[in-house]
């Protein structure tokens, strides 16, 4: 679910595609040089002109590739970001971060470098990168160390350094094995205001203000059940899962995946939060999705279930929500679900 419905930027591996869709429910018929099934007319049989008419036919979506944007990233590229100039976008890969102008597709200005001359002094990498919705000259990254960095391209054509630093004082009673894996920053997504950010780690959500660095203003658990069965997760690679997160249209409500195809939605006011579940077993097209429990310990009751049979295979790490409507696409591994708001 993109701003423009024109076009869509693609990644694979290293390389980006930019791709136009389109809409189409007319088709022209009744051409003077080739006929309905498109082969070419012999041109001394045509003796009369016609005027080709639009006749309606079933809507087709189409996606056709228009650019090509290679060989800038030497590792895998985890992000891309549009900037709101509609212009450039910037591209990151674990240890860099490129801009690009959208009609220029063999030259990109790397803006951030974070490899060390000796790769074996490597410490961190960026995990994500976004533009902000309205400033295009200011973007942030994330990295696997759970900080964000905030840059400002005014500042200096090189962002190695940052403007601003978001990062959480470690709690050291709750620090163990696991604490730098878990608190790796897989997704960071700025507000549509543009006053916030969110930033999902391995067992949380957490809204920043851009004007407070020190902490975040909110804190959303998503499975802190999980806590107690960090040692599997990290010999299963799930604890390596990359899960992502979204605001709804009013920066009001916000939404994120997690194990089992459930998916968890927080409510940024009333601070209630539900988890649902994307199957195709338990959910009838058209239906009512009914909220789900994962029991913790105690007497498990009925319709809840325990931490125990929960599937880490189905997994729900890509999330969208409609930019003004209550429309989301939740993606359960090679499954697409689109949920809407209840119809009165
Ligand atoms: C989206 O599509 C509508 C018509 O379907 C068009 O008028 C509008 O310009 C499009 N928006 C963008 C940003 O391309
Ligand atoms: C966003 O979330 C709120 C609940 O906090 C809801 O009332 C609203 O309809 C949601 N969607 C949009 C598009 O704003």
Redesign the pocket.
């Known amino acids: 679910l993109h701003q ?3 076009t869509l930027v693609h990644i694979r591996d290293k390389t980006i595609k930019l791709w136009k869709i389109s ?1 189409r429910d007319k088709r022209a018929e009744g051409y003077n040089l080739k006929d309905e099934d498109g082969r070419l007319r012999d041109p001394f049989r045509i003796t009369t002109l016609r005027v080709p008419v639009l006749m309606p036919m079933d809507l087709m979506v189409e996606a056709s590739p228009r650019r090509i944007f290679a060989n800038a990233h030497t590792y895998h590229i985890n992000s891309i970001s549009v900037n709101s100039d509609y212009e450039t976008y910037l591209s990151a890969d674990d240890l860099r971060i490129n801009l690009w102008h959208l009609e220029i597709t063999d030259r990109s200005f790397n803006i951030v470098d974070i490899k060390p001359a000796n790769m074996e002094e490597l410490t961190e990498v960026i995990t994500a990168a976004e533009c902000h919705p309205h400033q295009c000259n200011v973007f942030v990254y994330s990295s696997s160390k759970g900080t964000i960095r905030l840059c400002d391209m005014r500042a200096a054509a090189l962002c190695d350094r940052h403007s601003k630093f978001f990062e959480e004082p470690e709690d050291p009673s709750s620090r163990s094995f696991f604490s730098e894996i878990i608190s790796s920053i897989s997704d960071v997504k700025f507000s549509h205001s543009g006053r916030y950010m969110m930033t999902r780690d391995y067992l949380s959500v957490k809204v920043w203000d851009l004007n407070m660095e020190n902490r975040p203003v909110e804190t959303y658990q998503v499975h802190e059940y999980l806590r107690s069965k960090l040692c599997s997760l990290y010999e299963n690679d799930c604890i390596f899962d990359k899960f992502e997160c979204c605001w709804n249209g009013s920066d009001s409500a916000i939404m994120t995946g997690s194990y089992n195809n459930f998916f968890r939605m927080f409510d940024r006011n009333t601070r209630r939060d539900i988890t649902l579940e994307a199957s195709r077993e338990n959910s009838k097209p058209r239906a009512m999705l009914k909220p789900r429990k994962v029991c913790t310990g105690g007497k498990r009751k009925k319709d809840e279930i325990s931490v125990d049979s929960l599937d880490f295979n189905k997994k729900i790490l890509h999330t969208a929500w409609h930019p003004k409507e209550n429309v989301i696409a939740v993606a359960a591994t090679n499954n697409l679900y689109i949920f809407q708001d209840k119809i009165n």
């Open positions: 423009s419905n024109a809409e």
